[in-house]
T-cell receptor, first 114, second 115 residues
């Protein structure tokens, strides 16, 4: 069946270092891949997305890489800060009976060590 | 100026009771959703509505009944609550998708605990 999964459930990174969060997906028909950040007690917040016909997209301190050959997605966060500590979800969006459907992965907890 | 607001934030109730969670968005979005997040943080869609019309119903028990009085509101009513209903429920909204991606905007969740 379709799934969006993550390689690592937890990740600890020293403040100031770069972090990479990985995600594997199985559905090749997805239109977009999206990263969300969820802080404690809050709802998921959109970070960045990438269309399925792209392989790289950059934002402010974040870069998303998409490797369709191996169905792998990653989120790179540069110069991590304490505020980056959160659970990060990858998600895939595809059309479902004429409407969009978003399927989330299981999440990776990122902890920034001061 | 909260974009997607849901109430209550916490809800503790006993098995068998009926409860409702309310959601409102002031973003002018046409599509609203309910997601359930379990204790392992797994997020799964339950329903989506577009302009008050049910679009997605993801094999949710019919004890769960969403109601959309207008496109800015999507409430969730749950009958005969069970222990397994304990979770965090998130409301979300998005624009009608066009050529570009339209990200979901989530509320801060309602933590439902059934005892």
């Amino acid at each position: 069946g379709e799934s969006v999964g993550l390689h690592l459930p937890t990740l600890s990174v020293q403040e100031g270092d770069n972090s990479i969060i990985n995600c594997a997906y199985s559905n090749s028909a997805s239109d977009y891949f999206i990263w969300y950040k969820q802080e404690s007690g809050k709802g998921p917040q959109f970070i960045i997305d990438i269309r399925s016909n792209m392989d790289k997209r950059q934002g402010q301190r974040v870069t998303v890489l998409l490797n369709k050959t191996v169905k792998h997605l990653s989120l790179q966060i540069a110069a991590t800060q304490p505020g980056d500590s959160a659970v990060y979800f990858c998600a895939e969006k595809r059309w479902y009976f004429g409407n969009e459907k978003l399927t989330f992965g299981t999440g990776t907890r990122l902890t920034i060590i001061p | 100026d909260t974009a997607v607001s849901q109430t209550p934030k916490y809800l503790v109730t006993q098995m068998g009771n009926d409860k409702s969670i309310k959601c409102e968005q002031n973003l002018g979005h046409d599509t609203m959703y309910w997601y359930k997040q379990d204790s392992k943080k797994f997020l799964k869609i339950m329903f989506s509505y577009n302009n008050k019309e049910l679009i997605i119903n993801e094999t949710v028990p019919n004890r769960f009944s969403p109601k959309s009085p207008d496109k800015a509101h999507l409430n969730l009513h749950i009958n005969s609550l069970e222990l397994g209903d304990s979770a965090v429920y998130f409301c979300a909204s998005s624009r009608v998708p066009g050529q570009s991606n339209s990200p979901l905007h989530f509320g801060n969740g309602t933590r439902l605990t059934v005892t």
